[in-house]
Nanobody
Framework: VQLQASGGGLVQAGGSLRLSCAASGHKFSSYGMGWFRQAPGKEREFVGTINWSGGSTRYADSVKDRFTISRDNAKNTVDLQMNSLKSEDTAIYYC??????????????WGQGTLVTVSS
């Protein structure tokens, strides 16, 4: 399984950025996908997940109403639209293949990260 994240960069606070993750090597449309992030000096944390069909999403409270996850099963991609960015959103963002459960998720595969830097 290969997961290639892209779209990171430098953005001013209040701005927007869209990350994309291209997947290959597994049956993309059968799996949930997730975005996670790791800020400097901190542990990796949950950002959000999307189920196999795209019909169900979950978000961390810190990004709810600002970030949106979507997927295109025809293109094997999952996107993270980030709006109203804050300096505390600065992190390396990772996509992952996840197995979703009613009360959480299990990471099946990690992708490489893409750096997002939000300047204040």
């Amino acid at each position: 399984v290969q997961l290639q994240a892209s779209g990171g960069g430098l953005v001013q606070a209040g701005g927007s950025l869209r990350l994309s993750c291209a997947a290959s090597g597994h049956k993309f449309s059968s799996y949930g996908m997730g975005w996670f992030r790791q800020a400097p000096g901190k542990e990796r944390e949950f950002v959000g997940t999307i189920n196999w069909s795209g019909g169900s999403t979950r978000y961390a409270d810190s990004v709810k109403d600002r970030f949106t996850i979507s997927r295109d099963n025809a293109k094997n991609t999952v996107d993270l639209q980030m709006n109203s960015l804050k300096s505390e959103d600065t992190a390396i963002y990772y996509c992952a293949v996840v197995s979703l459960a009613a009360d959480g998720w299990v990471i099946d595969y990690w992708g490489q990260g893409t750096l997002v830097t939000v300047s204040s």
